[in-house]
């Protein structure tokens, strides 16, 4: 008889601090169980915006690479389509850069994403436009909401006065899978320039786009 008692009460200590383990994993890992696919815009023989010899591709790729450590960070699955200076296109492309946005919406799908985001850097004739925003293509209907709650933490983080828009673009406008373009501020401005190539604020931005991914995946 005692032998059993001891016994139950083994079962439930065990299945208390499995639970207990959970709640707190849970708590400490908000993203677990999590895919996010990063695609860092541009790359290769495609430098993306230009302004003397600064290259959005090479900003791109510092955002996108800070970001994965956060997420990780999280407990999410990140897959990175690409870790270094190269474009996705074939030689055997009649057009290279609708080829190297194809691979890229692939390579998503591929991941079974719960959502991407992608990082660009943005560029205007008026020099004064600046700030981080947020774009997104009504396709899925979760996008919209991704896009106001990354917004939400551009503005209370970085100070940006942007409001999300919506996007037209190839890449955005043929994917069903959740997920946002994020231009992360504009290289034709002098203040959003210099702020954009410090680590610091490269950091700055990835965790505010971390913390609206948590937010929403949290809501």
């Keep these: ?22 709640i707190v994993f849970g708590k400490t ?52 389509i690409r870790r270094s200076d190269i474009d996705l296109s074939s030689i055997y492309d009649s057009k290279k850069k609708r080829g190297d946005l194809y691979r890229r919406l692939q390579l998503i799908k591929k991941n079974k994403s719960d959502m991407y ?13 600046k700030g981080a925003e947020v774009l997104y293509n009504p396709i899925n209907s979760n996008n919209k909401t991704i896009a106001k709650i990354i917004m939400e933490e551009f503005q209370t983080n970085l100070n940006s006065n942007r409001t999300i828009n919506t996007t037209d673009l190839y890449m955005y406008k043929n994917t069903t899978i959740p997920g946002v373009l994020v231009e992360c501020g504009y290289l034709s401005n002098y203040e959003d320039r210099n702020k954009l190539l410090t680590s610091n604020y490269q950091q700055k931005i990835a965790s505010s786009i971390t913390k609206g991914i948590i ?5």
Excluded: C
């Design 1 to 22: 008889m005692y032998m059993k008692k001891l016994k139950l009460l083994i079962i439930i200590i065990s299945i208390f601090i499995f639970l207990s383990l959970n």
């Design 29 to 80: 890992l908000p993203l677990k169980n999590k895919v996010i696919t990063i695609d860092a815009g541009h790359g290769g023989r495609d430098p993306g915006a230009t302004y003397n010899d600064i290259f959005e591709k090479n900003i791109n790729l510092e955002i996108s690479l800070k970001l994965e450590k956060e997420l990780l960070k999280q407990g999410a699955t990140v897959f990175m």
């Design 117 to 129: 985001i992608s990082i660009h850097i943005n560029w205007y004739k008026n020099s004064n436009y």
């Design 215 to 219: 937010r929403y995946f949290m809501k």
